[in-house]
């Protein structure tokens, strides 16, 4: 008798567990895809702005500067650098909106600002574009992995790390898989 109650005690319990580890992971996918459905259109913006320069320009008022033809952006909400800076704090964590800034000023010199008005360089890269439907995510630690489809020309895996800054939720890092 005592052999039969450990038994479904020690059943009862890896049930639990399971069940625990299951309820886990439909959490970290149900919390990642609220996650980037509120970052969406922030992030579709960014994308634009640093990466594919699908953004209105305008093509009348050019400026060289330092060797490089900028054109002004023609965006509402976006018009100068803070107002940049404010759209990555939105999307980002304050270490990775510093780095595409860096990226975006630097690196690759797209976006710079001239008497308060944000310019931006007539250039294309494909970006980090992350597709609709999420493969899985998982909780590691503090942070919110999450499985992904960046979406280039040929699909590839992707990895997006979110994190929880000022409230929100965050993209801390965003890479191809493996």
Same mark, same amino acid.
Do not use: H
């Given at each position: 008798?005592?052999?039969? #109650?450990?038994?479904?005690?020690?059943?009862?319990?890896?049930?639990?567990?399971?069940?625990?580890?299951?309820? #886990?992971?439909?959490?970290?996918?149900?919390?990642? +895809?609220?996650?980037?459905?509120?970052?969406? *259109?922030?992030?579709?913006?960014?994308?634009?702005?640093?990466?594919? /320069?699908?953004?209105?320009?305008?093509?009348?008022?050019?400026?060289?500067?330092? /060797?490089?033809?900028?054109?002004?952006?023609?965006?509402?909400?976006?018009?100068?650098?803070?107002?940049?800076?404010?759209?990555?704090?939105?999307?980002?964590?304050?270490?990775?909106?510093?780095?595409?800034?860096?990226?975006?000023?630097?690196? #690759?010199?797209?976006?710079? *600002? +001239?008497?308060?008005?944000?310019?931006?360089?007539?250039?294309?890269?494909?970006?980090?574009?992350?597709?609709?439907?999420?493969?899985?995510?998982?909780?590691?630690?503090?942070?919110?992995?999450?499985?992904?489809?960046?979406?280039?020309?040929?699909?590839?895996?992707?990895?997006? #790390?979110? +994190?929880?800054?000022?409230?929100?939720?965050?993209?801390?890092?965003?890479? +191809?898989? /493996?």
């Amino acid at each position: 008798m005592k052999k039969n #109650t450990l038994l479904l005690v020690i059943g009862a319990v890896c049930l639990a567990a399971a069940a625990a580890v299951y309820a #886990t992971g439909a959490s970290a996918v149900q919390t990642a +895809r609220e996650a980037l459905a509120a970052l969406q *259109e922030d992030y579709s913006k960014v994308q634009a702005l640093a990466y594919t /320069g699908f953004v209105d320009l305008d093509s009348e008022a050019p400026a060289a500067l330092d /060797g490089v033809l900028y054109f002004p952006v023609e965006d509402e909400q976006v018009k100068s650098m803070e107002d940049v800076r404010a759209l990555l704090g939105r999307v980002y964590t304050q270490s990775k909106a510093a780095e595409v800034l860096d990226y975006c000023t630097g690196t #690759t010199r797209v976006l710079t *600002e +001239r008497d308060g008005r944000l310019y931006r360089a007539d250039a294309y890269e494909p970006g980090w574009p992350i597709g609709p439907e999420l493969e899985g995510a998982k909780w590691d630690g503090d942070a919110l992995t999450v499985q992904v489809t960046l979406e280039w020309n040929e699909p590839v895996p992707g990895v997006v #790390t979110l +994190r929880r800054e000022d409230g929100a939720w965050k993209i801390d890092s965003i890479e +191809r898989a /493996g």
